[in-house]
């Protein structure tokens, strides 16, 4: 633990940035698989959209429990090691590194056994496990008694309330593909979780309420640490919670607002920043009362337009969804009745869908949906509004805007929606 400390307060005396700018690079990898048959490793940039990288990923052949390979960058981020038999069943656990201008070693064991994997070279490595082993030291003991309370709970069928029980009994009932049928009892378990239904009073007393206190305490223990040691590897750490945790959690929003300057200024071309900035403001932004964000976005015959022009002074619901999205495509048929039954009033609804590569999914979903509304589309995120929505699920989000582009609603329901339109058309 002295030498951990002695180690930070060197490296960080100085908070100069550590990538190459424009310049290729070579990072020489290569380690060992341990107790496992597994016959291929991919590698992702944590920043690569799922869908996008999965077209065309790198992929290392391991070969007698040995692999290697030699990796080009131009810009320090963070990377994932993926082992491709996880992806394929959909419960993968990456291996997290920062490429350098030299050579790292892995040893790589089982996902049970994730703990025991080692990365050895480049001091962001270091670092990062740094960061790893005190957040363990100081938390894991107080999140483990808490997890087995937990447990205990769920043995004694104590822990959560049979209303959230049966919504998931009925989920095993339908069939996978039964995205019409399961949206509704997503939205339910959404919010008995939000209102604090999902757990029994004894639960909240000795798991939920200590743990959501622990998470509390840990969230400004890690801001500290992050603001005190300014480096790429913490900035990941700030960038992933930007874009995966501060938009259900708003003390991590806060967070993240108070110490994201200092990495801005240190880091003003780190491709982090721009994506930070632009989740920020969309969480800031879209908001009940607030105007929405205007944006750029291609038609489906490949012409530029603004969401203004589109929009044109209507009650309009924005649909920002994508022909791969199930929950989306399924949220949308249980809206379109109420669509069926105000557009004639003057309600519209312009899609706007993330799209990979090409368009033929999309005019595909188009024809069998038959949306009869204007539907734009951010191919390859070339327009990033997803992210200047602050959007950082698969399952997309619908905000609907009044004439005078206040912003009504944000994700509602389909009564919730008819009757907005009702007093809003009237």
């Keep these: ?9 060197s490296i960080f005396i100085s908070c100069t940035p550590m990538y190459a700018q424009n310049e290729k690079a070579i990072c020489s990898i290569s380690g060992r698989v341990i107790n496992r048959e597994s016959k291929t490793l991919l590698i992702r940039k944590s920043t690569q959209e799922l869908r996008s990288f999965l077209k065309d990923p790198i992929k290392i052949p391991i070969q007698n429990g040995a692999f290697s390979y030699t990796l080009p960058f131009t810009e320090i981020e963070a990377l994932e090691l993926i082992f491709e038999d996880e992806l394929d069943k959909g419960m993968w656990k990456p291996i997290l590194f920062f490429p350098f201008e030299g050579k790292i070693e892995f040893e790589l064991y089982p996902q049970e056994e994730w703990e025991k994997n080692k990365t050895r070279g480049g001091d962001l490595n270091k670092e990062y496990e740094i960061y790893r082993e005190l957040a363990r030291l100081k938390f894991q003991f107080y999140k483990d008694k808490l997890n087995n309370s937990r447990d205990s709970l769920r043995q004694a069928n104590q822990l959560e309330q049979e209303e959230y ?117 969309g969480l800031k932004t879209i908001a009940i009362g607030n105007n929405y964000i205007d944006l750029k976005a291609l038609t489906v015959k490949g012409d530029t337009v603004s969401l203004s022009k589109v929009v044109d002074s209507k009650v309009t619901l924005v649909n920002f969804w994508g022909s791969w999205c199930g929950p989306c495509i399924a949220k949308m048929r249980l809206i379109k009745p109420v669509y069926d039954k105000y557009k004639s009033q003057g309600f519209s609804i312009v899609g706007i869908a993330r799209e990979f590569q090409n368009l033929k999914a999309l005019n595909n979903r188009i024809k069998i949906e038959q949306y009869s509304w204007i539907n734009l589309v951010d191919l390859d995120d070339q327009f990033s509004i997803w992210n200047k929505y602050g959007i950082n699920n698969g399952v997309g989000m619908m905000i609907l805007i009044d004439s005078k582009g206040k912003i009504l609603a944000i994700d509602p329901k389909p009564a919730e929606l008819d009757e907005l339109l009702s007093k809003k058309l009237k």
């Design 165 to 281: 029980l049966q919504v998931f009994k009925d989920l095993r009932l339908l069939s996978p593909n039964d995205q019409l049928a399961r949206v509704p009892l997503y939205q339910k378990s959404d919010e008995l979780e939000k209102t604090g239904g999902r757990y029994t009073e004894i639960a909240k007393q000795l798991y939920l309420n200590p743990f959501d206190s622990l998470v509390k305490e840990e969230l400004k223990w890690k801001y500290q640490y992050i603001r005190n040691n300014c480096s790429l590897s913490n900035y990941y750490l700030l960038w992933a919670d930007a874009m995966r945790v501060a938009k259900d959690n708003m003390l991590a929003a806060q967070l993240i607002k108070e110490v994201f300057p200092f990495y801005q200024a240190k880091f003003p071309n780190h491709i982090y920043t721009q994506s930070v900035i632009n989740q920020l403001n």
């Design 1 to 9: 633990m002295r030498f951990c400390l002695i180690y930070l307060v």
